[in-house]
């Protein structure tokens, strides 16, 4: 059997680390192809002005990092584009000088807000602050100095191809936008390219507590002309973690953070109007009182954070941005938003999701301690919420405990634990502990494994006033080979029936799962037309937890055949056929009902329930079109027509999944966002219409300065639904059950417009200036525009301030 030898050189690779010698670099110049990969930076005494020019003395004293390679779409050669970064550090910042050499006026760079510059040319560097090869923070600019931060965890989910991908396999997991760190940058674009400097003050990082530092480091460049990303380290695409092939920052000392202590008081107004139900063109607007709250983040350690809150600010300065939901079995899931859960999230990192800060509705105050002791992660949260609900309601005011725990292990693996606790006022409590690991070994092979129980009791009472306690597990394993020519994944996975998250996020649950993918990519010179190229194919089934246990046949079969390639210049393509079999699902359709004549006496009518026809085959298409990022546009698209079920009525249609998302830049000030989506369901028997959803939105931002801008976002939902019949079988119309008996399943329509105005001012994170106003309209006929009529509108204001003591 393989499997054994495979597992053991697995936990070898895993407690042993690899250890390559180090390329000696010339003096004060490393080269990253050449493997000059740990940096000594300088120590300087000195401090200099943040003006994007590098004429300082400190500079002609800096470390210089050269020599970088092509990563994305295709790796392994030298840059087009010359690259030179310099860094030293001062007691209290480090600093880093980026000349990135580009040919006259091909720069791409525009004046937006924080973390929107993903279009432009820029450059980002990756600090391992940890030297943990698993994780590191994110400090990006474009040419004008604007910023985009982050972190970026390993994890091991890395996509392997499939649907929805013009780019083939994930050569390394994206940065996490969510956090924002306070730092200085100031760029320019110069006749030969561009010239940016960049301060990081230490009491914006964590890091070990030792008296010599070694970090990790990597510095990468996007070419926004080229459709290219560049990496300092000569790091490939064919290995299990990016992170691990960086260089280090070596023999840092005499760091200074001094007291790191941040006050941010909050302060925030709204006004809410609606039509009076009397007279619906008078308006009556509530304002609220004013609410005051408040964070405060203290550095215990050089490794470990305490942030605490008091009535945190609301985060909706824009509505979610709505999503078509394609089962309706599945939730959606919708980002972290709040600034208070934001600072350090990558710490709560958790397979299968079960830590969801959202789940948090509106605490009262909240606490929570990160960071990093003995080569072991850290996350401690406590928050009492306040949702909202009426009085005497269970669970009013749920109390959360979160704990997540990752040791490191070895060269890159670690393994990890959570523990989840909510408790509810009426004597209801949620509780999840479980335990996960990630073992990388062989450089391009990943085990990951988790197992977790939970434990829940109804906030409320039964009738009879029992309280049954439910028990279930949650359980997972993946292997995965990410080689440059050939990977593949399988896994499995399942989640009892009776396991809760409710501190987490579980999209569909009473599930079983079980796929394996297979795929190959091929490279071709980096001036041929098509650059990469490859596909892949991907086996999927969807059981019911219990038939999987009992070794039933499964309710979704899935059979995907996908292909992609990368085209010079930035283009992506992709196509793929999807053969499937859906079984039906009698859960989803139990309060159904349609009429019959009784047998034997035609004359009597009977309300029955609803049976499905029992399986129901697919075929479909898929295509998928990704832009380059030209100065002023791009794009991309995707769309699935074919056969497919019909989860209305539980029958065969002709389908149309389509999204479309445009950026538009008319100036280096102006930025227009639109995205179209569609959803689509014909009958096939007649080609009449069962459903339809219709979502465009747009997004207009101006930035009239660096921290201020103006945004408009607009969103417009139509959706339709006809009158429900059993169409797979007899034609006859839907029945609803109700408290009050039988309700035809009749036609449905909507069609709501949404409108938000905002004034933005944010000098740096944490201090902010909102001013914003938000309408809700409806009208009768969809995509009118000149018939809404308001429903509801609202004012807000929020005003923040950042002491960093």
Do not use: C
Not at 142 to 148: A, E, K, S
Not at 560 to 570: C, S, T, Y
């Amino acid at each position: 059997m393989p499997f054994p030898p495979l597992l053991a050189a697995a936990v070898l690779a895993a407690v042993v680390p690899e250890s390559l010698p180090p390329r000696r670099s010339a003096e004060g110049v490393f080269h990253g192809r050449r493997g000059e990969l740990d940096v000594a930076p300088p120590r300087v005494e000195a401090e200099v002005q943040i003006d994007g020019l590098l004429t300082e003395a400190a500079w002609a004293r800096a470390a210089r990092l050269t020599g970088f390679s092509r990563f994305q779409p295709t790796d392994g050669q030298a840059a087009t584009d010359s690259t030179e970064v310099l860094v030293w550090y001062s007691p209290t910042a480090i600093h880093f000088g980026v000349r990135a050499f580009a040919p006259a006026g091909t720069v791409n760079a525009t004046l937006a807000d924080r973390d929107r510059i993903g279009g432009d040319d820029h450059v980002t560097i990756l600090l391992s602050t940890f030297d943990d090869a698993r994780q590191a923070v994110a400090f990006a600019v474009n040419p004008l100095g604007i910023q985009m931060d982050g972190t970026l965890v390993e994890t091991g989910n890395l996509s392997t191809g499939g649907l929805n991908n013009s780019g083939g396999a994930q050569a390394r997991e994206n940065v996490d936008l969510s956090a924002d760190f306070v730092y200085q940058s100031k760029g320019r674009v110069t006749a030969d390219g561009y010239e940016v400097e960049i301060r990081i003050p230490f009491k914006s990082l964590r890091y070990q507590p030792r008296d010599v530092q070694r970090w990790g480091i990597n510095v990468l460049r996007r070419v926004t002309r080229l459709g290219a990303e560049d990496s300092w380290a000569p790091a490939r695409r064919g290995m299990a973690t990016f992170l691990g092939q960086g260089g280090r920052l070596t023999g840092l000392t005499d760091l200074r953070r001094g007291l790191v202590l941040d006050l941010t008081p909050v302060v925030t107004q709204r006004s809410e109007g609606r039509p009076l139900r009397a007279d619906p063109n008078t308006w009556d607007y509530r304002v609220r009182r004013p609410e005051v709250g408040g964070n405060v983040r203290w550095g215990v350690t050089n490794n470990l954070t305490l942030n605490g809150t008091v009535r945190p600010d609301f985060s909706q300065v824009e509505a979610d941005a709505a999503q078509v939901q394609f089962d309706p079995r599945s939730a959606l899931f919708f980002p972290e938003r709040r600034p208070f859960f934001l600072d350090g999230i990558e710490q709560f990192s958790v397979p299968s999701n079960l830590i969801y800060t959202r789940r948090i509705v509106q605490p009262s105050a909240a606490v929570k301690l990160t960071g990093k002791v003995a080569g072991t992660d850290v996350a401690v949260l406590s928050a009492v919420d306040d949702p909202g609900l009426p009085r005497g309601t269970p669970g009013r005011h749920p109390v959360y405990n979160i704990v997540r725990v990752q040791r490191d292990v070895g060269a890159q693996s670690r393994v990890g634990a959570v523990v989840t606790d909510r408790e509810a006022d009426g004597g209801g409590y949620n509780r999840v502990g479980g335990l996960d690991t990630r073992i990388v070994f062989g450089k391009v092979y990943a085990l990951q494994a988790q197992l977790v129980g939970s434990q829940t009791r109804a906030d409320a009472p039964a009738a009879d006033g029992s309280r049954d306690v439910r028990e279930g597990p949650l359980w997972q394993a993946v292997m995965q080979r990410n080689g440059r020519r050939f990977g593949f994944r399988y896994s499995t996975s399942g989640i009892h029936p009776d396991f809760v998250a409710g501190s987490g996020f579980i999209s569909r649950g009473s599930i079983a799962r079980a796929a394996a993918s297979h795929r190959v990519t091929f490279f071709n010179a980096p001036t041929s037309r098509v650059m990469s190229y490859g596909g892949d194919v991907v086996l999927d089934g969807t059981w019911k937890y219990r038939d999987f246990t009992a070794g039933r046949e499964a309710l979704e079969k899935k059979l995907h055949f996908n292909g992609n390639a990368q085209l010079r210049g930035g283009w992506g393509v992709g196509g793929s056929v999807l053969v499937e079999e859906f079984r039906y699902d009698p859960d989803l359709y139990a309060n159904y009902y349609y009429t019959q004549p009784r047998a034997g006496n035609p004359a009597v009518v009977d309300t029955v329930p609803y049976v499905g026809t029992p399986a129901l085959p697919n075929l479909d298409y898929a295509v998928t079109l990704n832009t380059p990022q030209f100065k002023k546009f791009s794009g991309n698209l995707f769309a699935i027509w074919g056969k497919d079920e019909n989860f209305y009525e539980w029958a065969s249609s002709d389908i149309l999944f389509l999204t479309l998302n445009t950026t538009t830049r008319p100036t280096d000030r102006l930025r227009i966002d639109a995205a179209y989506q569609i959803q689509r369901f014909a009958r096939a028997r007649d080609g009449s219409l069962a459903g339809q959803q219709q979502i465009p939105r747009v997004r207009v931002e101006y930035q009239l300065a660096r921290p201020v801008f103006v945004r408009f976002v607009g969103q417009y939902i139509a959706a339709q639904r006809d009158s429900l019949r059993d169409e797979g079988r007899t034609q006859q119309p839907v029945f609803l059950r109700t408290a009050n008996g039988f309700v035809r399943a009749g036609a449905q329509r909507s069609n709501t417009f949404r409108g938000d105005v905002l004034f933005s001012f944010v000098p740096n994170p944490g201090t902010v200036f909102f001013a914003g106003y938000g309408s809700s309209a409806s009208e009768p006929d969809p995509l009118r525009f000149g018939q809404l009529r308001r429903t509801t509108d609202g004012f807000f204001l929020k005003w923040s301030y950042l002491f960093r003591v």
